[in-house]
Nanobody, 120 residues
Framework: VQLQASGGGLVQAGGSLRLSCLTS????????MGWFRRAQGKERELIAA????????YYPDSVKGQFTASRDNAKNTFALQMNSLKPEDTAVYYC??????????????WGKGTLVTVSS
């Protein structure tokens, strides 16, 4: 299974970016999908997830109302719309996939990450 994240870049504070994760080599519709980020000097953080069965996405309080995740099972893609970006959103963003049989806290497959830099 391969995950390819794209859409990162440099944006001014208050701007928006849309990240996309294209998955290949597996059964996308059977995976729970997650977006993570790791800022310099900080732990990796789960910022959005959508279960394989659909339903409401999960967001931590730090991005709730600011980020919106979506998935398109027909296109094997998982997206993250990021609005009102702040310098503290600067990080490498990763998409990941978890099989249905895997423990909830773990993800099986990871993309290489895409850098988002928000300037003040």
């Amino acid at each position: 299974v391969q995950l390819q994240a794209s859409g990162g870049g440099l944006v001014q504070a208050g701007g928006s970016l849309r990240l996309s994760c294209l998955t290949s080599g597996g059964t996308f519709s059977s995976y729970t999908m997650g977006w993570f980020r790791r800022a310099q000097g900080k732990e990796r953080e789960l910022i959005a997830a959508i279960a394989w069965s659909g339903g409401m996405p999960y967001y931590p309080d730090s991005v709730k109302g600011q980020f919106t995740a979506s998935r398109d099972n027909a296109k094997n893609t998982f997206a993250l719309q990021m609005n009102s970006l702040k310098p503290e959103d600067t990080a490498v963003y990763y998409c990941a996939a978890r099989r249905r049989t895997t423990t909830v806290s773990k993800y099986d497959y990871w993309g290489k990450g895409t850098l988002v830099t928000v300037s003040s």
